[in-house]
T-cell receptor
Framework: QKEVEQDPGPLSVPEGAIVSLNCTYS??????FMWYRQYSRKGPELLMYTYSSGNKEDGRFTAQVDKSSKYISLFIRDSQPSDSATYLCAMSAGNDMRFGAGTRLTVKP | DSGVTQTPKHLITATGQRVTLRCSPR?????VYWYQQSLDQGLQFLIQYYNGEERAKGNILERFSAQQFPDLHSELNLSSLELGDSALYFCASSRYEGYEQYFGPGTRLTVT
């Protein structure tokens, strides 16, 4: 079992849809959680980061962390074609950081 | 723009050769990370440095080595290159260990 599990997709939604991206993990020591967006052949771009459990909102993006379930989510509201990319979750405990494999999202106009 | 710079952007070389990839972290960041990403593959962690010291190693081949210099820039050396080493190589930096990482634009290495 991988320490971080993320469905690779692909996920295809119509423009304007609410997108839900998820990761599960097994290491209860993880306390810092991040979401990255990666356009094809570009460097991953940090979207959001949260510490411990709870929600964090930034514009159309909401990150949720449920440490009791070892489950994190990223919600994208009013999705746009420009949101089409691969989304990677990441989490860390001290200097041990792990990335999910990424979910490829396509938002169709 | 993340503030992390990588050079060169593209590199084409032959099997058996040696190359050096360079990374300059964001201003004030002490930790540097190197990743390899092959076509349609996830990020593979290679190695991490913190303030000049090696801190963690991932799936880094013995043919690969890295270092972080006193001015905090880092270099990744790849030797005896094989076709399978063709990939995107990303550098990332963070203020301290375990904090959010900021990625550079990557170096695209093609081994022919």
């Amino acid at each position: 079992q991988k320490e971080v599990e993320q469905d690779p997709g692909p996920l295809s939604v119509p423009e304007g849809a609410i997108v839900s991206l998820n990761c599960t993990y097994s290491n209860s020591a993880f306390q810092y959680f991040m979401w990255y967006r990666q356009y094809s052949r570009k460097g991953p771009e940090l979207l959001m980061y949260t510490y411990s459990s709870g929600n964090k909102e930034d514009g159309r993006f909401t990150a949720q962390v449920d440490k009791s379930s070892k489950y994190i989510s990223l919600f994208i509201r009013d999705s746009q074609p420009s949101d089409s990319a691969t989304y990677l979750c990441a989490m860390s405990a001290g200097n041990d950081m792990r990335f999910g494999a990424g979910t490829r999202l396509t938002v169709k106009p | 723009d993340s503030g992390v710079t990588q050079t060169p952007k593209h590199l084409i070389t032959a099997t058996g050769q040696r190359v050096t990839l360079r990374c300059s972290p964001r201003s004030g960041d002490l930790s540097v990370y190197w990743y390899q990403q092959s076509l349609d593959q996830g990020l593979q962690f290679l190695i991490q440095y913190y303030n000049g010291e090696e801190r963690a190693k991932g799936n880094i081949l013995e043919r690969f080595s890295a270092q972080q210099f006193p001015d905090l820039h880092s270099e990744l050396n790849l030797s005896s290159l094989e076709l399978g080493d063709s990939a995107l190589y990303f550098c990332a930096s963070s203020r301290y260990e375990g904090y959010e990482q900021y990625f550079g634009p990557g170096t695209r290495l093609t081994v022919t």
